[in-house]
């Protein structure tokens, strides 16, 4: 099932959402639900539960591969269930962002270059990794999202003044229902 997006300026969005308990059947639709909605309705790398209206600690993403040709591809969706992230390396990367929720809207972001994670799966699963690149920029993308923070805010102010009038005609465009 396809579910319906919150938008930027949609209050949940700013709130911290809340563990996961007990990965129940909804848990699971909920998370089918999300890669529905995320990869073939939007064709997005990232989405989190408060941007379907869930004030969960979930995450869908999808890595991306290079080929050896020099192409690239989508890995398989990934759901990512409480997860803590930690020791951010001390390097950093800067990395054009968008988001499902700001539509339309690409910037600049400075992030850590790594960082190490750890999460359960769909099926219960714990996880502990340490990540890089493009699988840590989506990652601290989505893991902000639990904590009620959009790529927008990691801006300079000069850079985020810069897209104010993109902001607007967002927030007239698409309307939270
Ligand atoms: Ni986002």
Not at 120 to 137: C, I, K, P, Y
Not at 149 to 167: A, Y
Request: proline share 8%; glycine share 6%; with cysteine.
């Amino acid at each position: 099932m396809i579910l319906p997006l919150c938008y930027f300026d949609d209050p949940i969005l700013r709130k911290k959402a809340l563990p996961i308990q007990e990965i129940t059947p909804e848990i699971v639709k909920l998370a089918e639900d999300m890669i529905e909605t995320m990869i073939n309705q939007h064709n997005g790398v990232g989405l989190a539960g408060p941007q379907v209206g869930k004030l969960l600690r979930i995450f869908i993403i999808r890595d991306e591969y290079i080929l050896p040709d020099g192409k690239w591809n989508f890995g398989p969706p990934e759901v990512m269930i409480n997860p803590q992230l930690s020791e951010p390396f001390a390097e950093l990367a800067v990395m054009s962002e968008g988001c499902l929720s700001i539509p339309g809207i690409h910037a600049d972001v400075t992030r850590p270059v790594g960082i190490k994670i750890r999460y359960q799966r769909l099926d219960g699963q714990l996880v502990e990794e340490t990540v890089s690149e493009f699988r840590a920029r989506v990652i601290m993308h989505e893991n902000d999202h639990l904590n009620g923070v959009l790529f927008i805010d990691r801006l300079t102010p000069k850079e985020r003044s810069g897209i104010e009038p993109q902001l607007r005609a967002v927030k007239k465009k698409y309307r939270n229902s």
